[in-house]
């Protein structure tokens, strides 16, 4: 209780003047523990009890209606009519009350203010007055005389130590109170100030990026010509001095980012050999041009595809090997890569960097990750950098839960070892991974042109006129029809004209952005584009982007600068097939390898989504193509993807054998990548979830759908199967190109007409959820009580208990449910189950059979998730109940039983 009270003292988040009420209120309080009792009578101890309800009811009231004011002014009231109270039955003079008299004035000082504080404050002295007065001409006269003068001390010292406690807590606050508001205007400051950093950052960046994409672009023009060697030299040392360049904003750009918060880290699944060879290749030849050796070992038995975030490992790695690159004058650098499991889908992954070259200090290994910090500056002042790249790495590794260490010894070179924890997507192995298979060969490498569409028509837009140029050249030998657009408004003049194949859009312009005009032409009125793939070409890049992007419907993103290799496959990526003719050279494979492409397929005006909860058959959404999204089973071995990688057997069979198991809904980042990936692929996006009282997975889908226009999230009102009547309801209408405000009226208008109730065979799953107490468990087991759920508004109540065995539970629960078979819609029944045999689920449906004809039973095994909540033995029979509502998917259900 005092951890609590103190807790609520040094919470910031709460006012001063509040924290004072309750503070001052709360020592007033002990003082009236000690003052009252002294009177020695029942009804001081009486008084004692009210006024301490009185008080606390004052102080919980005042701050819920955030009066704060009148509370204190209520509370300081009935100080004032305790203390002569407590004064006079106490003894008066002779007691040790009149000393706690200063509490009062100390009260009104530190919670009243204006003139209720100067009011109460000479009404206090008053009273003091009043009953040092009354006391003494109530003693005899002899007594008076002898008493005269030490009344008078008394009563003086009891005011003046009042006035002066209260005129130096006066002093003490005004001063606490100015230094807080000059804290406040500090960090006030300070956050403006790490606001215009992170914004001059980012401009920064941008600015940068604009000028760069001109001399890459303009010379990779010069370097595809037939040139003179000197000339060629020339412009490869201008290549690389402006990817040297484009290293230095970058690493600017991720710093400003971590510091900010803002940097994120987005897990992708990804291929490792991919990942690694890409490194190689970029490596390999840095380190031929010193002659180091570049040795490589790969665990042969890293899973071939894993999840983490691809582009943040990448860079990472780049990094430390640049670095090893740099310090190292010879000898060689090495990148060595093994694994190990740690559980069913997790695998922890050591990434070694080493090399033979100069080595850190002992001193100094400490300062190693600082940044703008370079050790043995006097020897490294020839090195070219800036000292910010063992710093990002550092941070990022942190960001990504993971660890990084580095061993060096002075003069003979240093290792540095990343760890991180990644997911297992795919787990054949990787296999033989050599240098000699992986690296490409560069020297004498050509401009190879990647396909002609002379009759293909695309549209570039961007403000700045050099960019449109260097666009135009890069892709003149693929002789495609090139028009160009200095604004957004021009953009929107030309689409009105003209259709165009592809369009490829600026994000950062003035008046109207590239977001703003992509979503002009989705809707524009006679509009000729209005379904044709746009991909961002921007200098506004970053990882965080990538999201931006694709949540918004861009078809791509490539970000600059960018060269003419990623320019032609991004733009064939988009193209219609039939323009396109690929040079020999060329797969179609090849095409749009290395390029975000984020969709390619023309998008559907509305899909239903739903949680792997819903318990529907394989065959019925792949047949009304629904995308599920898996919860989370977290056992004793870790966390797994809801049927994807641990089915309902595995899960029961854990807990059978005395192991943990519980099912979390996807979180809302979960939901957010989900979502984006699923607005590629349609214009809107109706997600149905479980019941918003049951599982928390309502509220996580509605708040990430808050970052999308149009992904509505409906409560169904019920789980399982009877939460799958509705999705697939919802399906069937939008594959009838029912609008989004009809499929919605409809899900919500079905709540009522389904049936949605289980029947419980153990009770010790419900427990262990914490759904039911301990001791109803034991009385469940002991009298063969098996408690019936039912789903109403979206909460869970008992409606009945079945009593027996298996055999009376079932007949009992299913004859309770199909009573009313007159008003069952009879034409498909889901009897959704856990850890039942086939004898009992053909019992089950010769029971069904008894009291109402199905056209069509599915016998669907719940998920995980559901199972992880009601144990083996539990079964639901989930129907519909006749309506006047037009059921477009049961009019689709096969007849046959």
Known sequence: MLKKWFEMIFDHRISLRERMFRVVTGVSMIALLFILPMGRGIINWLILAASLTAISTIVKLSIQKERVNAGATAITIMLLLLFPFSFFTAGGFYSGVPEWGVICFIY????????????FFLLCTVEILFCYYTAFYSLHYDVQNFLD???????ASVILVGVMTSVLLLFLTQLYEKENELTKQQKKEIEELNRAENHFFSSMSHEIRTPINTIIGLNEIILRGDIPEDVAENAKNIQSASKMLLTLVNDILDLSKIKSGKMEIINVSYETGALLSEIVNMIWMKAKEKDLEFRLQVDPSIPSMLCGDEVRIQQILINLLNNAVKYTREGFVKLSVRCERRGLNKVRVWYSVEDSGQGVKKENIPYIFNAFKRVDEDINRHIEGTGLGLSIVHQLVELMGGEISVNSVYTQGSTFLVTLDQDIVDEQALGEFTLASRMKIHDGEQYLQSFEAPEAHILVVDDNDMNLMVVCKLLANTKI??????????CLKLTQKQHYDGILMDHLMPEMDGIQCFH???????????DVPVIALTANAGGDNQFLYRREGFSGYLAKPVNGALLEAAVASILPKNL????EETEQSEIGKDVLIFEQAQKRPLIITTDSVCDLPEELTKKFDISVLPYYIHTDQGRFLDTLELQTDELLMHIANGQNGSSQPPDVEDYERFFAKKLSEAQNVIHITMAKHVSHGYYNALEAAKSFENVTVVDSGHLS????????YAASMAEKHATKPEVLKAVKDLRRYISSAFIIDSTHMMCKTGRISKRVQILCDTLLLHPILLLRKSRMTVCGVGRGDFTHMAKGYIRQVLRDAKNIDRRVLFIAYSGMDDRRLVYIQNLVRQHCSFEKIYLQKVSSAIASNCGPGSFGLLFMRKNELESPFLQNSDPNA
């Open 580 to 583: 396109v003719n690929l040079s």
């Open 520 to 530: 002009a032409l989705r809707v524009q009125p006679g509009g000729l584009c209005q």
């Open 721 to 728: 199967s009877s939460m799958g009547l509705s999705v697939l």
């Open 149 to 155: 003068r030490s009344f008078l001390d008394s009563a």
């Open 108 to 119: 009104i000082t530190l919670t009243l203010s204006g003139r209720r504080k100067i009011f």
């Open 481 to 490: 029809q090139i028009d160009t657009a200095s604004s957004a408004a021009e």
